[in-house]
């Protein structure tokens, strides 16, 4: 059975930090795209950065700077390092895996709320 099961997420005040984790298990996570998605109240879903089986990496323009992607394949965990966080990244943050046309999985979200 698949899993990834997402940690890290809280309450922060503006321009504070946070690392998001996201452990995997049933998966050779080491052939895997894992990606950090996010959606707030009212918004659709978005990808807020992608990192390859190969450690290449995209991010949403809004966070180029701010967040860090990273992978531990030992680990079979993604992290999401994200500082000088604002309001706007207020949202629930989802982890994703994608390997060739298997089905995405997806993790059950952790809260990331910025607020003073």
């Known amino acids: 059975q698949v899993q990834l099961v997402e940690s890290g997420g809280g309450l922060v005040q503006p321009g504070g930090s946070l690392r998001l984790s996201c452990t995997a298990s049933?998966?050779?996570?080491?052939?895997?795209?894992m990606s950090w998605y996010r959606q707030a109240p009212g918004k659709e879903r978005e990808l807020v950065a992608r990192?390859?089986?190969?450690?290449?990496?995209n991010y949403l323009d809004s966070v180029k700077g701010r967040f860090t992607i990273s992978r531990d394949n030992g680990k079979k965990t993604v992290y999401l390092q994200m500082n000088s966080l604002k309001p706007e990244d207020t949202a629930v943050y989802y982890c994703?895996?994608?390997?060739?046309?298997?089905?995405?999985?997806w993790g059950q979200g952790t809260q990331v709320t910025v607020s003073s």
């Open positions: 994703n895996s994608v390997y060739s046309n298997i089905d995405p999985y």
């Open positions: 990192i390859s089986n190969s450690g290449s990496t």
């Open positions: 049933g998966i050779i996570f080491s052939v895997y795209t």
